[in-house]
């Protein structure tokens, strides 16, 4: 392979390996959220019919 070959891969790969361990520090640092957005309403005996 030509020297310009392997400045392009060692570029390329080294931007892929750095961008994946900047978004997985990103994710294991993140702050938790006080709150739940996701969560079940209870139903109430009589609206069954109505959801």
Do not use: N
């Amino acid at each position: 392979m030509t020297p310009g070959g392997w400045i392009t891969m060692i570029i390329s790969v080294g931007f892929v390996t750095v961008l994946f361990a900047y978004c997985v520090w990103r994710v294991l640092t993140s702050h938790k959220p006080d709150h739940d957005l996701g969560h079940i309403e209870p139903v109430h005996k009589d609206q069954v019919d109505e959801r």
